[in-house]
């Protein structure tokens, strides 16, 4: 696959995730919603299926979505994912989340302009500790990351039995199967960092709030924790890659 599509399908695919992850909090968040809040499980539902509508439009790719999935993936896979397509995987990446974040806006401007505590609207779009403490947010998230990447290349894929038996493994549930993990990782683990797991997840809304979203009063975008929500991910998903050559290395 050229540059090119890469590029354009990890765009769109990031594109419709942020859009809709970021939409089922701004949904909670922003008064005059009809989803005005609903909750966490609201939330996490939205997250996993916004993963679910995501990848199945950036399947020509395969449906990275997540720098930390590229990485490991590069780390673990190189000859399905190249070195050389790496930086177009997370440039894709990178802009469509930017650009989900902004449809975001868009959909929910009447409701940003409503808002009365506008200072609040960034938690809309990037993740925050509930007791800051960069070392263990960065722990969290290389935790959670670390489940993800790890089940992606561990998991059982379609193979057939000496006696040509089929064993779809957990290839038949397609990319719900990757949504079933990230709804039970914000569940389970989300709690304390609002599990980012994805650098481009977290990095490219809050770009988007610092630099182009017209919201009046809003805050700045806490840059001095943002580093965490990019490097514990990018950590998860290389441990998680090295589990996989270890274990191969095995058998």
């Not at 809040?37 to 509508?53: C, E, H, N, P």
């Not at 399947?59 to 673990?76: D, F, K, M, S």
């Not at 650009?99 to 925050?128: M, N």
């Amino acid at each position: 696959m050229s540059a090119g599509a890469i590029f354009v399908w990890e765009l769109l695919g990031t594109a419709a995730l942020i859009l809709l992850g970021n939409g089922v909090v701004a949904n909670h968040v922003l008064r005059k919603n009809n989803g005005h809040g609903a909750g966490t499980l609201f939330i996490t539902f939205g997250w996993a299926f916004g993963v679910f509508t995501g990848a199945s439009i950036a399947a020509p790719t395969g449906a990275h979505l997540n720098p930390a999935v590229t990485l490991g993936l590069a780390i673990a896979t190189p000859e399905k994912v190249p070195w050389s397509n790496v930086p177009f995987y997370i440039l894709g990446q990178m802009v469509g989340a930017i650009l989900g974040a902004v449809l975001c806006w868009a959909v929910y401007k009447l409701q940003f302009d409503d808002h009365p505590e506008p200072r609040e609207t960034l938690g809309i779009f990037s993740t925050a500790p509930q007791i800051p403490n960069k070392p263990w947010n960065l722990v969290t998230e290389i935790i959670g990351t670390f489940v993800l990447v790890a089940w992606i290349l561990l998991s059982p894929v379609y193979s057939t039995g000496s006696d040509g038996t089929p064993n779809f493994g957990n290839g038949a549930l397609g990319y719900a199967g990757v949504s079933f993990v990230v709804l039970v990782i914000g569940i389970s683990l989300g709690g304390p960092t609002g599990y980012a797991i994805n650098p481009a997840r977290d990095l490219g809304p809050r770009i988007a709030y610092a630099f182009l979203l017209p919201i009046k009063g809003k805050r700045d975008a806490d840059w001095g924790y943002s580093w965490v929500p990019v490097l514990g991910p990018l950590v998860g998903g290389a441990l998680a890659a090295l589990l996989y050559l270890g274990v191969h290395n095995l058998t």
